[in-house]
């Protein structure tokens, strides 16, 4: 299969929990779904499965590494590489809106556009959560 095909599958996949939790966020669908591990062992599998062919495929850059820009940006030289990257970007920022709903239950559609956040850009969501939090969470209820 070509990475653009990969590329596609992968991002529609988590599409439908990104959907439910922002437009539904109380509902007992999205509730059960913030509570599973499914979503993340599946994204989980799909990003050890393409770091594994990446590796295999051409085995690391020259020069690749996580220790400076240069080594990461050779990290990233092929599609297969960047397809890794982004199945890794998709689970992550999943489990941080996983963590937001579990985090402030009670908060229902006040956390849809923050959940919205997340998904365009993981950590920006995070930090406009973790700076709303006290807002969100019920008076007297203990941070996790």
Not at 29 to 41: G, K, T
Not at 96 to 112: M, Q
Request: glycine share 8%.
């Amino acid at each position: 299969m070509e990475p653009e095909t990969i590329f596609t599958i992968l991002n529609l996949l988590p599409l439908p929990v990104w959907l439910l939790w922002i437009a539904a966020p109380r509902s007992r669908p999205a509730r059960a779904l913030a509570h599973s591990l499914w979503p993340f062992v599946g994204l989980g599998a799909i990003y050890a499965a393409l770091l594994a062919y990446a590796l295999a495929a051409g085995g690391p850059a020259e020069g690749s590494s996580f220790t400076s820009l240069a080594g990461v940006m050779a990290l990233f030289a092929s599609p297969w590489g960047v397809l890794a990257g982004w199945a890794h970007y998709l689970c992550l920022d999943l489990f941080v809106a996983r963590w937001i709903l579990r985090d402030a239950p009670e908060a229902g559609y006040r956390l849809s556009p923050i959940l919205t956040l997340t998904l365009m850009a993981g950590p920006a969501g995070l930090l406009l959560y973790l700076a709303l939090r006290r807002w969100l969470r019920p008076a007297g209820e203990p941070a996790c």
